[in-house]
């Protein structure tokens, strides 16, 4: 391995060990003479490693004295109640509340630590598309002069086939429909199995945007405990499921939104086992899952759907192209209805798109952008929690996420986020309050901080000033 390799594979050891509790707040690293004999590693290399652990905020150099584990915020405590609330629309409250927190995020001049879209040239190879690009149209200018039809481009579709091996799925390219982006997918799925007046099961903090599109599909949410470490409440989504109280569930049980973790393996067997034992469509949301930080992927709900059940959603918006919009789906025995229906709404994505994707996808540089975005957002999560850490009300507490860009941070109980919002908003500071991801409003002592803009000088000043004025925001 090269200098850089053994630098980045150092610091991941000891981030793991931080993340574990095996080095503790408070304790002391080995010295940097020590480490480099006991790793057999230059002092340079061991020095390089150290400043990595220093820039995402998980140890501090003391001077005379060495680098110190720094003091950590703990998880969110884990969801006492397993019971699920009432189907009820979206309050319209929480409806104007995402209006208001949508219209900050595009207003010049603000900085944004809400959206939940990468800002930057950095997290994008568009450099590689724009080459590609060029290449599909010269061997094949005729693209844009002809109208795309289903079922779109055999190269992305295959390419995406390939890719979910990864997920542990077994998907056709024939299988696969191309989509704008996830949004479309997850409206005609909903569009697919429900009929207005029907009630879905949503997990609870949900991703927000789910909200208006049932809002305008005339759908009830059921809101389920989402616990941090366990993902879905399955006990309670089991009785949902006995008492036919469901006619859908949406889930995003890999790197969810706004939770930022993973519900494990074997909660995702079970969750499977059920939808196909009361015969109730699942939705997974997969949109984060190829951005685990794990060098393994942990599987997708559809790598255990036995029948068919199981309709998986994703897109490349946030790691590819953002404005190509280009996304997808499998649907399993719903496929020919989502077929038709992606017909009749949206006919088929554009081919010079898909086919640029499917090219980059093929060259294998998909793979190696994945890797170096993936430890960039492991470096700019311990960072941000680090400055939470150091910024935010004593209590404070943040989730670990084990993939993507977003930290769900809760504030102690009394502490209001709708108007802490309403305060940075007057500091041109765009937050994300925790009512935004319940159709009920809760979550009032919530926010969900987003980690995918550059950490620079303005960002951090930013976010200090929001743990500043969070402090004015609690029980009087």
Known sequence: MDSTTLYQQLADDLSGAINLGTLPPGSRLPSVRK?????????????AAYRVL???????????????????????????????????????????????????????????????????GDFYPAGKLARLMGQVLRKNPGLVSNYALPPGSERLRTQIARRGLELGMALQADNIILTHGAMEALNLALRAVCRPGDTVGIESPTYFNLLPLFASLGLKALEIPTDPQSGLSLEALEMLLAEKRLNAIIAMPNVHNPLGCSMPTEHKKRLAALVNRYQVPLIEDALYAELQFGDALQPAVKAYDSDGWVIVCASYTKTLAPDFRVGWMEGGRFTEELRKLKFATSIAEPLVLCETLGAFLESGGYDHHLRALKRRYTLHIDKVRALIADHFPAGTRA?????????????????????????????????SPGPLYSPSGRYRNALRVSCCQPLDERFVSALARVGELAASCGQS
């Not at 480490?35 to 020095?47: F, G, I, Y």
């Not at 405590?77 to 409250?93: K, V």
């Open 54 to 120: 220093e820039d995402r905020g998980l140890v501090e150099a003391r001077p005379q004295s060495g680098y110190y584990v720094r003091s950590r915020l703990p998880s969110p405590a884990r969801s006492s109640s397993q019971a699920a609330g009432p189907a009820q629309g979206t309050d319209g409250a929480v409806l104007d509340l995402i209006g208001a927190a949508l219209k900050a995020q595009q207003t010049p001049g603000y900085i944004d630590m809400a959206l939940a879209c990468p800002r930057g």
């Open 35 to 47: 480490t480099a004999h006991s790793r057999q590693l230059s002092l340079n290399t061991v020095v």
């Open 399 to 431: 989730t670990h996420p084990s993939g993507g860009f977003l930290i769900w941070v809760e504030l102690p109980e009394g502490y209001d986020t709708v108007k802490l919002f309403d305060l940075a908003i007057q500091q041109r500071i765009s937050i």
